[in-house]
Each structure stands twice: as C-alpha cells, then as structure tokens.
C-alpha cells in the first residue's frame, strides 16, 4: 500500500533542506567567454573540430545545431570544461582559464549529457 511505500521512504536520512544551492565563488560576475582557436581530435583522430573562434557573452541565448557526428557535443565539452583543447585557450573575461583546477569552471555550467547508441537494426 501506499503507507508501506511511505514508512520505507521515511526511514531513510534527508539532507536538511537548503533553500538555495551555494554559488561558486571563482568567476561570480564573469561576463564573457571565449574560445580562441579551439582545436581538440578524439585518440584514435578519426574525428577533430577547430580551430573554434567563439565569443559568448554572459545571458546569451546559444543553440548549438549541427547533422550527426559535426561536433556539437564536443564542442559542449569543450565549453564545459569536460575536455581539455589540444590547442588555442578557452578565456574567461579574458584570462585563459587554468587547467590546474577545473573545478571552479565547471562549476559555471549545468548540463545533463547523453550517450547516443547507434543499432544497425531496429527491433520493435
């Protein structure tokens, strides 16, 4: 029943409830972003994108569009920080951003990423 569904969530420990998730502190009022030059290639280089000019200013509105396979989630990696370029520097307000603790960058971001799976046979 639903009681016994509830006694069995009830027994586990919550967190107290915050009302507002801590906002990281290194780049509080960033207002640009830019990628200058951007290359990156997969290990096997079966694929590479760059070099990527890019300037995003903070608040903008950016979709990345793109067929299958042209880069859009690398270079969503590459803006979030999940991949390191081969070359050319990602800027934040104009100071490459440092790749000795990504951490505080990443924190700029909120992204949910999928892995695609391709089948050579639809079953269904």
Excluded: H
């Excluded at 586990?12 to 990281?24: G, N």
């Excluded at 991949?83 to 307000?93: R, T």
Aim: hydrophobic content about 40%.
């Amino acid at each position: 029943t639903a009681q016994v569904a509830f006694n069995k969530l009830n027994k586990f420990a919550l967190a107290p409830f915050k009302a507002e998730f801590p906002r990281p502190q290194a780049f509080p009022n960033w207002q640009t972003l830019e990628l200058r030059n951007v290359t990156f290639a997969y290990q096997d280089n079966a694929f590479s994108v760059g070099p990527i000019n890019l300037t995003i200013k903070r608040g903008e509105l950016l979709f990345l569009i793109g067929g299958n396979g042209s880069g859009k989630s690398t270079l969503a990696m590459l803006l979030t920080g999940l991949y390191q370029p081969q070359s050319g520097e990602i800027l934040l307000d104009g100071k490459p951003v440092s790749g000795e603790q990504p951490e505080d960058y990443r924190k700029l971001f909120s992204a949910v990423f999928t892995d695609v799976w391709l089948f050579d046979q639809l079953l269904g």
